[in-house]
């Protein structure tokens, strides 16, 4: 265990410090805090809902509600639940020297809440738009390394809150999501499907 977490501070520090780029320094505090940031939140993301909402209809609303609940669960468990188990600092409370790009944050470290919840509300987006998976889980990783690049998360606190949300939001997605946003039950893998006629062929050769 600590060979690992001596290995996560290294990665740390090749991302925090030995990869800094002054074009990143201005781009990523701004995508790290980007739902702090009034014309995000009151202006380009109720747009982009209110042009979604427009097109896709109640499709779209339940989809929305399946993301807020993701999104939601994903938090708690992370807050809540794991964040008090682990008890880890955050890398500019640790005793490394930290390249810091945004204010300092309380709170302990392991998981982080940004890549739980991005990478949450990613996999219910790749769940139900499959072709364009590739850009919702793009943009879930960029927040979730921006976290890194400022200096407010270790790499194993971005993988373990992805891993939160992945997991939270596929399941919910596996047990109801899927039926609510399409109206129907998922279709059984075509093996099962032949196990479970097998049986009525027989029968019906055995009447005859």
Do not use: C
Not at 36 to 62: Q, S
Not at 87 to 92: A, F, L, V, W
């Amino acid at each position: 265990m600590n060979q690992l977490l001596e290995l996560d501070k290294q990665l740390f520090h090749q991302i925090n410090s030995l990869g800094a780029n002054p074009y990143l320094d201005q781009i990523m505090p701004i995508v790290t805090d980007l739902h702090t940031h009034l014309w995000f939140i009151a202006g380009v993301l109720p747009l982009i809902v209110a042009i979604w909402v427009y097109r896709e209809k109640t499709k779209a609303l339940k989809i929305l509600i399946l993301i807020v609940t993701s999104v939601a669960l994903s938090d708690a468990v992370s807050y809540r639940l794991v964040k008090p188990m682990v008890d880890r600092d955050r890398p500019d409370k640790s005793g490394i020297v930290v390249q810091m790009r945004t204010n300092p944050h309380s709170g302990k470290s392991f998981p982080s809440n940004h890549a739980a919840n991005n990478f949450a509300a990613a996999t219910v987006l790749a769940a139900a738009y499959p072709t364009a998976q590739i850009v919702f889980f793009g943009l879930a990783f960029i927040v979730a390394f921006s976290r890194v690049y400022v200096g407010v998360h270790f790499p194993l606190d971005i993988l373990g809150g992805a891993l939160i949300g992945v997991f939270i939001a596929y399941t919910l997605w596996t047990l109801i999501g899927f039926q609510v946003v399409n109206g129907k039950k998922k279709a059984k893998p075509r093996i099962i499907r032949d196990a479970m006629m097998e049986p009525k062929k027989r029968n019906r050769w055995d009447r005859n």
